[in-house]
């Protein structure tokens, strides 16, 4: 079936440890996003990429990176958690970073930072 | 600043029982409207786009229009599959990419 995956759905972490959440698409899009979505806030985007080897900042990417290495796949790592960054967070695709294309998302990871 | 706001937070509705849900938007240049839906535990699923003043779209018990201000889902005789959390977002172009604003969304149980 068509779509995005992540991984892990969830993840209890203590603070000051790595971690990375996968994020994999074979819908062949271009662009990919990561947003983190907190109660009573709406989803803000971390990191994008418009296309494989090229990635930006969004609204909040203090303390996440990415990379984007192939189409397919789209890392976020934190490289110090946190406890703020205590989350949901969502992988999501695009044909193109354009107007023109909705953003299909994945289901999810729930992290807890300790 | 650019800012989106959904309205009302929270509703509750019996079966049968239309309603609308509303999205209030303030952007420096509008360049789509995009509605999802949330289920519990699940990522957003995308249901409409639109890109100008006047313009509807409609999907089985949803219709969606948009003004130069606000944009509005109607939900006609909705069931208790139609519980969700519907979130609007809109696009503009700052920073140097397309940008998608999201609201925090309004949470609808249909009850029957």
């Known amino acids: 079936i068509a779509g995005i995956t992540q991984a892990p759905t969830s993840q209890i972490l203590a603070a000051g440890r790595r971690m990375t959440l996968r994020c994999t698409q074979d819908?062949?899009?271009?662009?990919m996003y990561w947003y983190r979505q907190d109660l009573g806030l709406g989803l803000r985007l971390i990191h994008y990429s418009n296309t494989a080897g090229t990635t930006g900042k969004g609204e909040v990417p203090d303390g996440y990176s990415v990379s984007r290495a192939n189409t397919d796949d789209f890392p976020l790592t934190l490289a110090s958690a946190v406890p703020s960054q205590t989350s949901v967070y969502f992988c999501a695709s695009s044909e193109w970073q354009s107007s023109y294309n909705e953003q299909f998302f994945g289901p999810g990871t729930r992290l807890t930072v300790l | 600043e650019d800012q989106v706001t959904q309205s009302p937070e929270a509703l509750r509705l019996q079966e049968g029982e239309s309603s609308s849900l509303n999205c209030s938007y303030t952007v420096s240049g509008l360049r789509g409207l995009f509605w999802y839906r949330q289920d519990p535990g699940k990522g957003p699923e995308f249901l409409f786009t639109?890109?100008?003043a006047g313009e509807e779209k409609e999907k089985e018990r949803l219709k969606a229009t948009l003004t130069k201000k606000e944009s509005f889902l109607h939900i006609t005789a909705p069931k208790p599959e139609d519980s969700a959390t519907y979130l609007c977002a809109v696009q503009t172009f700052s920073g140097g990419y397309n940008k998608l604003i999201f609201g925090a969304g309004t949470r609808l149980a249909v009850h029957p």
């Open positions: 819908m062949r899009h271009n662009a």
């Open positions: 639109l890109y100008s």
